[in-house]
């Protein structure tokens, strides 16, 4: 059965980094796009950045030029570089698999952002 395992969340202040990573366990086959979605508090899920097998990115406008997103196929990884961070990106940071038939969620990482 495929895991996925998420890490690199914690506590940052305003202005700083962090790099969330998405490790993939198991036979995972069908797969066509990898994703980072975010829930804060009070708030819906909302999608993040997503990258598909080609390589091609998109992001929230909201995180446009501060997020990248990237992955390595071999290490069947997807990774978010956060920089600039700001309070307003404190959620919850799920990362997701799209493939044919069902998709597959991690159990998320806390980043919080503050003083």
């Known amino acids: 059965q495929a895991h996925l395992a998420e890490s690199g969340g914690g506590l940052v202040q305003p202005g700083g980094s962090l790099r969330l990573s998405c490790a993939t366990s198991g036979s995972i086959s069908g797969v066509y796009a990898m994703g980072w979605y975010r829930q804060g508090p009070g708030k819906q899920r909302e999608l993040v950045a997503r990258?598909?097998?080609?390589?091609?990115?998109n992001y929230a406008d909201s995180v446009k030029g501060r997020f990248t997103i990237s992955r390595d196929n071999a290490k069947s990884t997807v990774y978010l570089q956060m920089n600039s961070l700001k309070p307003e990106d404190t959620a919850v940071y799920y990362c997701k698999v799209d493939r044919i038939g069902q998709d597959y969620w991690g159990q998320g990482t806390q980043v919080t952002v503050s003083s």
């Open positions: 990258i598909t097998n080609g390589g091609t990115t």
